[in-house]
C-alpha cells in the first residue's frame, strides 16, 4: 500500500486554473479568497493537488506514524460550493461559524455558496485562528517550509 499523500504542490499556476473556475460567481468568490488568504497567512498561494488552492504549510503526523506535509490555509472552488478547509476540524471555530451566515460543514470543511452572503470578517477570523493553531505547533505539527524560519 503507497503511504504517500495523496495531496501535494503541483505547480500549476493558480491564476490559470482559476481562470478556468466556473461558474462566474465561483470564480469571482476564488478571487477574493486568495487576497483574504494572503492577507490573512502572508503567504502566496500554491495549487495542492488538482483543484486546492493553499497558502503556507505544516507539517502532520498520526499517531499511526503516517506523516506529511499540507497547506495550513486552504480552499477549493467547487461547481456547487466554496470549500474552505479548516484542518484543525469546524468544531475548534463553532462559535465564529454561528455568526458565518448561509454554510453547511463537514468534518474539516465549510461550505460556501456565495461569499456575498456570509460575513467576510468572521471567514477572516475563522481562517486566521485556523492557520495561527495549525503553524504554532499548538496542534501536534511543526511549520516546515520556506517561513518555518
Not at 500554491?46 to 499540507?70: K, L, N, Q
Amino acid at each position: 500500500m503507497d503511504d504517500a499523500p495523496k495531496t501535494v504542490p503541483t505547480g500549476v499556476d493558480v491564476a490559470a486554473f482559476l481562470a478556468g473556475v466556473e461558474p462566474e460567481r465561483r470564480r469571482r468568490d476564488a478571487e477574493r479568497l486568495v487576497g483574504l488568504y494572503r492577507e490573512v497567512t502572508g503567504e502566496e498561494p500554491a495549487m495542492w493537488g488538482p483543484s486546492i488552492v493553499g497558502f503556507g504549510t505544516y507539517h502532520y503526523r498520526y499517531p499511526s506514524g503516517r506523516e506529511g506535509d499540507m497547506a495550513a490555509a486552504s480552499f477549493s472552488p467547487r461547481k456547487g460550493a466554496i470549500t474552505v478547509y479548516l484542518m484543525d476540524g469546524v468544531d475548534a471555530h463553532g462559535d465564529q461559524l454561528a455568526r458565518l451566515g448561509p454554510h453547511r460543514v463537514g468534518t474539516g470543511c465549510v461550505y460556501v455558496r456565495d461569499l456575498d452572503v456570509v460575513d467576510l470578517d468572521v471567514l477572516t477570523e475563522t481562517v486566521r485562528g485556523s492557520y495561527a493553531t495549525l503553524t504554532a505547533g499548538t496542534f501536534g505539527v511543526h511549520l516546515s517550509g520556506p517561513s518555518a524560519g
